[in-house]
């Protein structure tokens, strides 16, 4: 446990079930600074990828994620947290379903999450802190005063997925979307390395038929905010 006085608010959840925008909100309504803790797997994982390491390489991967250079920036309402790597903006490349695959088998590995733990929690800054994950109430803020657990149906969150891609994206999905989110949820909530579950002190909110106005004011109140 940490005796870090600063505040920190916890939103865990699988992908798909909003943490990423409610987050951005959360920050900015509280004027927190912004973890978005899954975009350090995703930019360990293109970062290797640019750097010729292979998935399979755990101990390559382990120097890639130490020695990350990222930063988080703010953007307007409504759109996603800009993410730099080594000043260079990535965010929509670390966004693909690719990436995320990747950074998924990478956050399997107890080292890379190791080495990428410290970095997670020296975003912890006055006057507070915001953090989206998977494990961040269960492992790496553990004495978070708030914590909540984002969740949405799986078919919810393949159609969620599927309205943002599918201008963009030929040939993509519903069918296919849902499929490879069942298979990252199995992943992820079976792996030994943190598996992906509300910590026991968690507050649970399933976004499934809500509008992001109403997730963010069911999280404003599990934040005493309301």
């Known amino acids: 446990m940490s005796d870090n006085p600063v505040p920190v608010i916890t939103v865990d959840g699988p992908g798909g079930a909003g943490k990423g925008t409610v987050t951005q909100m959360l920050a900015k309504r509280l004027g927190y600074h912004l973890l978005d803790s899954g975009a350090l797997y995703r930019l360990t994982a293109l970062a290797a990828a640019r750097q010729g390491v292979s998935l399979d390489d755990e101990a390559a991967l382990v120097q890639v994620a130490a020695s990350l250079d990222v930063?988080?920036?703010?953007?307007?309402?409504?759109e996603p947290a800009r993410v730099m790597l080594?000043?260079?903006?990535?965010?929509?490349e670390i966004r693909t379903e690719t990436c995320g695959n990747n950074a998924s088998k990478?956050?399997?590995?107890?080292?890379?999450?190791?080495?990428?733990?410290?970095?997670?929690?020296?975003f912890r800054e006055a006057p507070g802190l915001v953090a989206d994950g998977r494990d961040m109430g269960t492992v790496v803020f553990p004495d978070a005063p708030v914590k909540i657990f984002l969740?949405?149906?799986?078919?919810?969150?393949?159609r969620r997925r599927y309205l943002q891609l599918k201008d963009t994206t030929a040939g993509v999905t519903i069918?296919?979307?849902?499929?490879?989110?069942?298979?990252?949820?199995?992943?992820?909530m079976n792996r030994s390395a943190a598996p992906l579950k509300p910590a026991d002190d968690a507050q649970v909110i399933d976004s499934t038929g809500l509008s992001i106005e109403e997730v963010l004011?069911?999280?404003?109140?599990?934040?005493?905010?309301?």
């Open 71 to 78: 930063a988080f920036e703010p953007t307007p309402p409504g």
């Open 175 to 188: 069918d296919a979307l849902l499929k490879e989110i069942k298979a990252r949820d199995d992943r992820d």
């Open 217 to 226: 004011g069911r999280c404003m109140v599990a934040a005493g905010q309301a």
């Open 151 to 158: 969740t949405a149906s799986a078919e919810e969150r393949a």
């Open 86 to 92: 080594a000043g260079e903006d990535v965010t929509s």
């Open 106 to 122: 990478v956050a399997v590995m107890q080292p890379v999450r190791d080495a990428l733990l410290q970095r997670q929690r020296d």
